[in-house]
């Protein structure tokens, strides 16, 4: 429906998995951003007022 105006191929290479949000209960995806509300892999919704969070880095 909606095309992104000027995509940039760098962008990608910028996004590291601190910027995604926490995995989705439902497809286990993490969230596009700490932020989101809505999952894009699965459109999970998160309840009224909660956001996804940060993605937590296992470290052990
Ligand atoms: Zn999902």
Avoid: H, W
């Avoid at 998995?17 to 969230?31: E, I, R, V």
């Avoid at 809505?38 to 998160?46: F, S």
């Amino acid at each position: 429906m909606t095309g992104f105006p000027l995509y940039n191929p760098n962008a990608i290479y910028c996004v590291r998995m601190a910027n995604y949000g926490s995995l989705c209960p439902n497809c286990q995806k993490p969230f596009r951003t700490p932020r989101a509300k809505l999952c894009a892999e699965c459109g999970y919704t998160l309840p009224e007022g909660t956001l996804a969070g940060p993605l937590k880095e296992r470290d052990d």
